[in-house]
């Protein structure tokens, strides 16, 4: 599993540490630990809806918070459930891009086994940097 839950969190807050070969691979891995919270098994959401996404920020860490941004929004606001594909991040003249593509589906309480109720990424200990010949990133969600 390319990601881990943290407990030196606050209560209200879950922390993770993610880990992968590139930054595609680590942002992909982000967003599943982020949907993880969501839901028990991820293997649960059918890939039903596909809603193609392109995030910038001007650091790789603002970048990661506004990719798991999108999952908590389309959450929120279209109650879907979210995992990202072909992702890929790209820094060119100083700008940091994610596209990617979002697949998965309506919450259903009775086809999803819910966990927590994720109302948002937190600057807090928000980091994503090289880590020998592959990329880590630390981020803490609101629940």
Not at 17 to 42: C, K, P, Q, W
Not at 109 to 129: C, F, M, N, Q, S
Request: charged share 25%.
């Amino acid at each position: 599993m390319p990601y881990e839950y943290l407990a030196h969190g606050v209560t209200s807050d879950v922390t993770f540490r993610t880990t992968g070969h590139d930054l595609d691979a680590l942002f992909a891995a982000a967003a599943d630990a982020t949907t993880n919270l969501m839901v028990n098994r991820l293997e649960s959401i059918a890939p039903a809806v596909t809603i193609p996404v392109t995030v910038y920020a001007e650091e790789l860490d603002l970048l990661l918070l506004r990719f798991l941004d999108e999952l908590v929004f389309h959450k929120d606001a279209e109650r879907l459930l979210l995992r990202a594909t072909d992702v890929h991040v790209t820094i060119e003249s100083g700008a940091c891009r994610v596209g990617a593509v979002l697949t998965g589906e309506t919450i259903d309480p009775a086809k999803h086994e819910l966990e927590a109720d994720i109302k948002a990424v937190t600057l807090h200990g928000l980091y994503v940097r090289r880590l020998g010949a592959g990329w880590q990133a630390e981020v803490t969600l609101d629940v």
